[in-house]
């Protein structure tokens, strides 16, 4: 942690310093169910520690309401389209609100995957392969270009949404797949398979303060990462810190830290990781960076913030405690 970032946290021990607290929760995206989980374990935690917090949801009150809530400051813990791709932030930009998390460009580069690869690949941030198709893509040519182990997913969706692995090509899965990602989003991506170890990397700070925390390896059943297995069973492992060499994951750190300051995002986050095995040495290529991740029981940011020494309520007074305007405001204009 920075001396800033310490020496902010600290200033906000005394709960009446942060003022009135909204943290917005629900809204209106598919990930509304698990919003409200997380938005729930921020609250009760801010409570814990006897900070005024409030819940407010978007997805039930009005633009109106918010304004009229007169909150000093928000913890965003909205997922998906609507809260974490730019729109709530340019809202409370509006209002006068400061908010946590990253600022209303990185977010909508960082939902849209297709923008968020072409901003990493223009620095060389390896990432798979990818082409974003529609209904009149020529399938063979996604084929003999991507190869025939894919992924198809939403190009704006979060919590493993409307994803589909597809191995076969036998029976027309990859138009199946395509027509179940159509369901949520207009936009679809068509990802090479990546094969391996499949991590993620928290992110704090901002700036040359940007900080990784430890790296999660996730274990599903079957490495069906789903929206079940991510939520709500218990066959998920974890593994925090990391088992891989330690140089190697010192390596993904700095690789993380890299393409977190690249979007310019800000504040806290996550970027999820495969780690293809290779004779020459392990590879790794990031998948996606969100920017509101969850803050569920099972959730990868609280995971490793308590094995860097965090407990749950620390990790959410720090990502309060840089909530901020995007000209750096800190504080809410009256």
Same mark, same amino acid.
């Given at each position: ?17 942060? &003022? ?5 929760? &629900? ?8 919003? $409200? ?28 309401? $918010?304004?009229?809530?007169? %909150?000093?400051?928000? %913890? ?7 809260? *974490?791709?730019?729109?709530?932030? &340019? ?5 006068? !609100? ?8 990185? =977010?909508? $580069? ?18 798979? #392969?990818?082409?974003? !198709?529609?209904?009149?893509? #020529? ?12 992924? !198809? ?10 994803? =589909?692995? !597809?191995? @076969? ?21 068509? *990802? ?10 928290? $992110? ?8 990784? /925390? ?17 939520? %709500? ?26 393409? %977190? @300051? /690249? ?14 095995? #290779?004779?020459?040495? #392990? +590879?790794?290529?990031?998948?996606? +960076? ?27 007074? *720090? ?14 204009? @009256?």
């Amino acid at each position: 942690m920075s001396n800033d970032t310490a020496s902010a946290l600290a200033s906000h021990r005394d709960p009446a310093s942060l &003022g009135k607290v909204g943290v917005l929760l &629900g809204g209106n995206s598919a990930e509304r169910e698990i919003s $409200l989980m997380s938005g729930t374990g921020v609250l009760e935690a801010l409570r814990s520690v006897e900070v005024d917090a409030h819940p407010f949801d978007p997805g039930r009150a009005s633009l109106a309401a $918010l304004a009229a809530a007169q %909150f000093d400051r928000v %913890f965003i813990a909205l997922h998906g389209r609507g809260g *974490e791709d730019g729109t709530i932030q &340019g809202v409370l930009e509006h209002l006068r !609100v400061p908010y946590t998390g990253s600022g209303v460009l990185a =977010s909508a $580069l960082a939902l849209d995957k297709p923008m968020c690869k072409r901003v990493w690949l223009g620095d060389e941030i390896p990432t798979p #392969d990818w082409r974003e !198709v529609d209904a009149h893509s #020529d399938w063979m040519r996604v084929l003999a270009e991507l190869g025939d182990q894919l992924i !198809v997913k939403p190009a704006r969706e979060g919590s493993t949404i409307g994803i =589909s692995k !597809v191995t @076969r090509h036998d029976g027309g899965e990859l138009l199946a797949a395509y027509e179940i990602a159509m369901r949520s989003d207009a936009r679809v991506l068509v *990802e090479e398979l990546i094969h391996g170890r499949e991590l993620t990397c928290a $992110l704090l700070g901002e700036g040359e303060a940007t900080r990784a /925390l430890p790296l999660v390896e996730i274990r599903a059943p079957g490495d069906n990462y789903d929206y079940r297995h991510k939520y %709500f069973s218990e066959d998920t492992t974890y593994l925090c810190p990391a088992p891989i060499d330690a140089p190697l994951a010192r390596e993904i750190e700095t690789l993380c830290v890299r393409a %977190f @300051r /690249l979007l310019n995002a800000r504040g806290w986050g996550r970027i999820d990781i495969m780690l293809r095995t #290779d004779p020459r040495g #392990d +590879l790794p290529y990031l998948l996606e +960076l969100n920017t509101s991740p969850g803050m569920t029981s099972h959730s990868l940011v609280p995971i490793a913030a308590k094995a860097a020494g965090m407990s749950y309520a620390d990790l959410v007074l *720090e990502i309060l405690a840089a909530a901020r305007l995007e000209d750096g405001t800190k504080e809410r204009t @009256r």
